[in-house]
């Protein structure tokens, strides 16, 4: 499984294999801190319709309203990492601030990939990749991330148990829902505050409770490796996606992601799809 000291290539392998990888220090103790207080505040504003809405997943804070972090989304460390890694031509999505409340429950278990249309999704390079930033150390106790080694490549019973990001399991309507449970494989990943985790999209992954007296949060940022090449019809929708989000963000911060904005000037039918080809084993 992926360490903190692989090499490059090495975790290139891991993020094919298992789905993920993990580098070490990537936020300087700067931005950490700035990031840490801006959660803080965002969290302290949140009303309980929110919080009930996302029992669950924990809040859902979307990067419309981030442009202050718009330097996060273009980290040139983490873009430095992602090209050492060989993963180029990568274009920004979005980011959700999603922190899980003091004593809070489990999250189900899914995967985020928005594009099983795509031919790209059936290949070995990730057509989607996430970048999660925890803001504190995180362990079993405070709700860390679990995943599924190797569920990015092969179908899995939760193929079947019904799409993610939708109201009831959001809501955690039905606590006995099986994507709550425990499954043969799965493997715990804490991480140290200032990390980089990147992970395939396709992964399955979910969380513990978060068991303790604080909350516990963690940026997430959605790319695209090798952008220029998923159906036009990907990258389009991508494209309207992004820019319905972030269009009206301030210019400068709009400048600062400039280079990782996806762009697709084509006449294509945007398409977006959350559940693989029923053929794919």
Request: no cysteine; net charge negative; charged share 20%.
């Given at each position: 499984m992926s360490t903190l000291t692989d090499a490059p290539s090495t975790r290139l392998e891991l993020l094919q294999r298992d789905g993920f990888c993990r580098i070490p220090r990537v936020l300087d103790a700067a931005l950490l801190a700035r990031l840490q207080e801006f959660s803080r505040a965002r969290v302290a504003a949140l009303d309980e319709t929110h919080l009930n809405n996302q029992r669950a997943t924990g809040t859902m804070i979307d990067s419309i309203d981030m442009p202050e972090f718009a330097e996060l989304f273009a980290h040139p460390g983490a873009l430095k990492e992602l090209s050492a890694m060989g993963l180029e031509d990568v274009k920004f999505w979005k980011a959700n601030l999603?922190?899980?409340?003091?004593?809070?429950?489990?999250?189900?278990?899914h995967n985020d990939c928005i594009m099983w249309h795509d031919p790209r999704s059936y290949s070995s390079m990730p057509p989607m990749i996430f970048l999660m930033y925890y803001l504190v150390d995180t362990c079993r106790e405070n709700g860390c991330l679990r995943v599924l080694p190797g569920t990015h490549r092969r179908r899995h019973p939760l193929h079947?148990?019904?799409?993610?990001?939708?109201?009831?399991?959001?809501?955690?309507?039905?606590?006995?829902?099986?994507?709550?449970?425990?499954?043969?494989?799965?493997?715990?990943?804490?991480?140290?505050?200032?990390?980089?985790?990147?992970?395939?999209?396709?992964?399955?992954?979910?969380?513990?409770?978060?068991?303790?007296?604080?909350?516990?949060?963690?940026?997430?940022?959605?790319?695209?490796?090798?952008?220029?090449?998923?159906a036009e019809s990907t990258q389009r929708w991508l494209t309207d996606s992004h820019h319905g989000l972030h269009g009206r963000w301030p210019d400068a911060a709009k400048q600062t992601i400039s280079p990782i904005t996806p762009r697709h000037s084509g006449t294509v039918e945007p398409r977006f799809t959350r559940k693989p080809d029923v053929n794919w084993k």
């Open positions: 999603i922190s899980k409340p003091p004593h809070s429950p489990r999250n189900y278990w079947e148990m019904g799409e993610a990001h939708v109201g009831y399991i959001n809501r955690m309507d039905q606590p006995d829902d099986p994507r709550f449970g425990d499954f043969d494989g799965e493997i715990d990943v804490p991480v140290t505050a200032g990390d980089l985790l990147i992970g395939d999209a396709r992964l399955f992954h979910a969380t513990h409770a978060n068991t303790s007296d604080a909350w516990r949060p963690v940026i997430t940022i959605w790319f695209h490796p090798f952008f220029g090449g998923l």
